[in-house]
């Protein structure tokens, strides 16, 4: 089993920066990617970050490319979310996730974070 926890978010205005972190505990050797998704009031859930465990390779979607940075450090088993030109589209709950395995081509994310909420005032 693996363990989530998050911290960071809040209430901000359009153009301010806010870091989302999500540290990890548990069977932290089996984790293969984390992601960082959000779910925005009546919208459907969405991923908008992940990386790669060993590679540090990394996907964004398009509406936060060269805004939002993902990062990890695997010694503290944490990765975050450099949150920048922040939108008042960007407000959303933000779970961050973990994946062991990959079922049917997509990365699995079994373990999920309590998520944190993410407020742009405009």
């Known amino acids: 089993q693996v363990q989530l926890v998050q911290s960071g978010g809040g209430l901000v205005q359009a153009g301010d920066s806010l870091r989302l972190s999500c540290t990890a505990s548990?069977?932290?050797?089996?984790?293969?990617?984390m992601g960082w998704f959000r779910r925005a009031p009546e919208k459907e859930r969405e991923i908008v970050s992940a990386i790669s465990r060993y590679s540090s390779a990394t996907v964004y979607t398009d509406s936060v490319k060269g805004r939002f940075t993902i990062s990890m450090d695997n010694a503290k088993n944490t990765v975050y979310l450099q949150m920048n030109s922040l939108k008042p589209e960007d407000t959303a709950v933000y779970y961050c996730?973990?994946?062991?395995?990959?079922?049917?081509?997509?990365?699995?994310?079994?373990?999920w974070g309590q998520g944190t909420q993410v407020t742009v005032s405009s």
């Open positions: 548990g069977r932290t050797f089996s984790i293969l990617r």
């Open positions: 996730a973990a994946a062991e395995g990959v079922v049917d081509g997509r990365y699995d994310y079994k373990y």
